[in-house]
């Protein structure tokens, strides 16, 4: 894809051509006029980033016949047909094959500039889009899945990948909007039991009353209302994962049951006395202190120590702010893709705003943030919970310079020697901070 847009015209009446050319290229467009189909064919290239300008009537090969080949080669290239008095049917057919717009001689510099431009303002953004689709579409493995660049996250990637393909049960904390979600999918795509299925349950959200039905599933006739068998989670995720969200909400009496079927391996459905077996690895997930829980929500201990066999701790946003830029590219980069909208460019002085922001709602609220930003709206709401905690200027002014470094780093891919001079930094003294901040580059590691 071509960074400047053209505007490829075709046009045999050099006196025309000429006139238009100049038109178009006073209301800022870059032209390369030709007097033939024959002489365009060969610039038409898939994912041109411009439009077609052609005038129906030529020699050897017509507008149409050129419609056709460019619609071929590349379907989602605007052509513009320029039609004479008298070929409106011509005109209308060539919608229907696919034209964007036609625009009947003579015309005026600002009729043709107008249409020129809606049609390049909507091949830039469909281009756009398919970038952004394609570059998603490769993003499979875990760093792109778990975005940032701290050395926690750098951590919790490496442990996922070390025991996902165990059996052992897993308990990640975190507060709300942290990603444990997305951790526990990473756990179960990345081990053996990726094929299988990924059974979520939000304990929360669940009557107490039909709990235990959604968990072991029930037998017809076991209780008023069930009509027929219902396989629960934990056997829908038989070969797969259960993950168990806001597990702190479980209420006491299934905390029980639960347990005696993680001891045993094996559970009924209820109305029923046969047992069968569990195979489903338990992922479970909780914002709160499992043991030090509210009174309003108590959690045996022995429940506890059954589920941490691997605990992972997922840290707030606000304690890993150097993760905020990617985090915020990544999203911003999504939301585009989603809302079909241009990405906008993040100014120095909003990802000062996004790194001194508190993150009450952690990535969750980022990702919000993004969405916001993309869709033309205030990128932050202010509220009480928000304001940042009084931190010194030495904390601030350590969290901004590891952000410019890295970002230095990023620019030139990852090299430490080309980035103190983009930084104008002697090699020693950036090496100095590579080594404080626990930063790495290509020609530089750190102990």
Known sequence: MSKTPVVLYVEDDPSVRLGTTQALQLAGFEVRAHGSAEQVIAHLVPGLHGVLVTDVRLPGIDGLQLLERAQHMDSGLPVILVTGHGDISMAVQAMRMGAYDFIEKPFSPEQISEVVRRAMEKRTLS?????????????????????????????????????????????ITGETGTGKELVARCLHDYGKRKNGTFAALNCGGIPELLFESEVFGHEAGSFTGAAKRRIGKIEHATGGSLFLDEIETMPPSLQVKLLRTLQERRFERLGSNELLPMDCRVIAATKADLLHPPAELPFRNDLYYRLSVVVLNIPPLRERREDIPGLFSDFLMQAALRYERPVPDITPMRMQELMRHHWPGNVRELRNAADRMVLGLPVIERTDASRPPARSLDEQMAVFERHLIEEALTSCGGRAAAASEVLQLPKKTLYDKLKRFGIAADDFRTL
Do not use: F, P
């Not at 660049?149 to 750098?154: D, L, T, V, W």
């Not at 442990?159 to 165990?166: K, M, P, R, W």
């Open 127 to 171: 281009l756009e889009v398919e970038s952004l689709r394609s570059r998603l579409s490769g993003l499979n493995a875990i760093e792109a899945k778990i975005i940032g660049r701290s050395a926690a996250m750098s951590d919790l990637r490496r442990v996922i990948l070390d025991i996902a393909s165990t059996n052992a049960d897993v308990l």
